[in-house]
């Protein structure tokens, strides 16, 4: 029984994090949701929504749709120091990442001169701060936050998950010599103080939630918040999909396909084409020549506009007539 409480125990601190829902989170059993009230359902799904869409009539160039590669550089975070469980063989597999991968990886997009966005967790870039000088040799590509050790920033109170964001973008600027004005949330979730942080912090764009195919504006409680949500979505995902040890393990060109009929009808409906991968996932032999098949496949059709996430939020931004701070 305590095992399921927890979870709930976590919900009504989160939502009692909000002044308005604090009573409102003592008043409803956090057990019993087919008794909730309206009010307080609105409270706790209004949070962070989808507001208007900011897909564009066109993308740079005239081009049709926009193709943005994304690459979290997780490395040794996601394989022990987030969790505080030191074990020499995956960290050596996080090693792969930064020593192996992330090369091969860039080697490939400035073959094919494709930009990319690469979210750092600070600690990911502060073992290996060479991976900088790496990916900013060719001029192309942008690197975000992603965290400070991916940390599980919904399970933390909002005055230390702050403090880590401070700290990795402040980190990140200090190695990259470029303050980011992207954040991509450890794990692609909000606790109830992400947004007013980010916002806080002047993001002009963020990438974690799924409410959307295409670019939108995040609303807070009902209010606009001038931030553009560069949505992900767990298919367009390599992680989970390329796992050898995990349940979901797909042959990686059965995933090309799945990424190939996604990007086919977003080039129909004239939207947006996202995807997430982390080198020390997508750089293997074996999955490295999918990325190389996807982008060959792109380039066979017309029309196509490969950018950066900050490229593409400062675009849609302009064309819906924000504010490009």
């Known amino acids: 029984m305590r095992s399921r409480q927890f979870p709930l125990l976590l919900w009504s601190i989160a939502i009692a994090a909000f002044g308005s829902a604090a009573a409102l989170a003592q008043e409803m059993p956090a057990a019993e949701p087919w008794n909730w009230t309206d009010e307080f359902v609105h409270s706790a799904v209004d949070q962070v929504r989808a507001g208007r869409d900011l897909n564009p009539r066109s993308w740079p160039n005239g081009a049709r749709v926009a193709v943005l590669l994304s690459f979290d550089v997780d490395n040794e975070t996601t394989q022990g120091l987030r969790t505080g469980e030191i074990s020499i063989g995956p960290l050596s597999r996080g090693q792969y990442g930064s020593r192996v991968a992330l090369p091969r990886v860039l080697g490939l997009l400035e073959e094919q001169r494709v930009p990319a966005t690469f979210f750092f967790p600070a600690w990911s870039l502060k073992l290996a701060p060479e991976q900088a000088d790496m990916i900013q040799a060719t001029g192309m590509h942008e690197i975000g936050v992603h965290g400070w050790i991916h940390e599980l920033n919904t399970t933390l109170d909002g005055e230390t998950e702050a403090r880590l964001v401070r700290q990795a973008t402040d980190v990140i600027e200090e190695i990259t010599g470029t303050r980011p004005i992207g954040y991509r949330a450890p794990s692609w979730n909000h606790s109830p103080n992400t947004l007013n942080i980010i916002r806080d912090m002047g993001f002009i764009y963020e990438s974690s939630l799924m409410a959307d195919d295409r670019p939108y504006e995040l609303v807070q409680d009902g209010e606009p918040t001038g931030i553009v949500e560069l949505p992900v979505e767990w298919i367009l995902d390599d992680a989970p999909l390329f796992n050898p040890l995990g349940p979901r393990y797909m042959n990686p060109r059965d995933v090309l396909q799945v990424w190939i009929d996604e990007f086919d009808i977003a080039w129909e409906e004239?939207?947006?084409?996202?995807?997430?991968?982390?080198?020390?996932?997508?750089?293997?032999?074996?999955?490295?020549?999918?990325?190389?098949?996807?982008?060959?496949?792109?380039?066979?059709?017309?029309?196509?506009?490969?950018?950066?996430?900050?490229?593409?939020?400062?675009?849609?931004?302009?064309?819906?007539?924000m504010s490009n701070r």
Do not use: C, Y
């Not at 080198?279 to 950066?308: C, D, M, Q, Y």
């Open 270 to 321: 004239r939207t947006m084409f996202l995807l997430t991968m982390h080198p020390h996932v997508i750089g293997h032999r074996s999955r490295i020549v999918v990325l190389e098949a996807l982008i060959e496949h792109i380039n066979t059709k017309g029309g196509v506009w490969f950018g950066t996430h900050a490229d593409a939020a400062r675009w849609v931004r302009e064309q819906a007539g």
